[in-house]
């Protein structure tokens, strides 16, 4: 029976996302094209950053993000993690990340089915491949937009915690657990919170040992 009841919940959860997601693509489009005409005035073309993330079941897909470093920025300085200071971060990139506005084209990929507004953070497939077989039971859902872990603590919280967190949300997921996280969401992204790990570097997932 309470597996029905999460397959029903999971089913609505689906249907509230697209809905969702096209409501606020709608109502938030002229910012969308506001933030694009200035990231292209700053540092050109293009406005997106497209990078392939893990999402349920282990499938890659293209995730959307606002571009807030240099073009190459992967290919720089501290590569695929990212520090408070740091200088492949352009203004208007600093801007977003402090709002987490460069965030919003995640919408495209919730009306696309990727992801979710409420579920794991998608990760990188380097990421993926350290996981333990516990660890990837954070692919059993949808990544999300915002999840659990993003309003237990975010990017100040080191991986092998994050990953925990997202695990207790895959075996506690409800619809109204959902709401709640929705709603702290806009708490922790107004207080800026959690955008930078200790010492305002991103923890790097790097090697089994910080796991």
Do not use: H
Not at 74 to 88: F, H, Y
Not at 140 to 167: C, F, H, S
Request: contains cysteine; aromatic residues 8%.
């Amino acid at each position: 029976m309470r597996v029905r009841g999460r397959t029903f919940q999971l089913a609505v959860k689906n249907v509230c996302d697209r809905v969702l997601s096209i409501l606020l693509l709608g109502l938030l489009a002229p910012v969308l094209l506001g933030i694009a005409l200035a990231v292209i005035l700053e540092s050109g073309w293009p406005a997106m950053f497209v990078q392939p993330r893990v999402g349920r079941g282990g499938r890659s897909f293209k995730v959307y993000k606002f571009r807030t470093m240099v073009q190459g920025a992967s290919d720089k300085g501290l590569m695929t993690t990212v520090a408070e200071n740091d200088d492949r971060i352009t203004r208007v990139g600093t801007f977003l990340r402090k709002w987490s506005l460069d965030e919003l084209p995640q919408l495209v990929n919730v009306l696309k089915g990727d992801m979710s507004l409420v579920g794991p953070r998608p990760t990188l497939e380097y990421q993926v491949s350290q996981y333990t077989a516990r660890q990837r039971r954070r692919l059993e859902v949808k990544p999300g937009i915002t999840g659990w872990a993003q309003v237990n603590g975010r990017n100040a919280l080191p991986w092998a915690r994050r990953i925990e967190l997202d695990i207790w949300y895959v075996d506690n997921f409800t619809l109204c657990l959902d709401a709640k996280i929705l709603l702290r969401t806009v708490g922790v992204f107004l207080r800026r919170e959690g955008l930078y790990g200790q010492g305002g570097v991103n923890d790097d997932f790097g090697t089994k040992r910080n796991l």
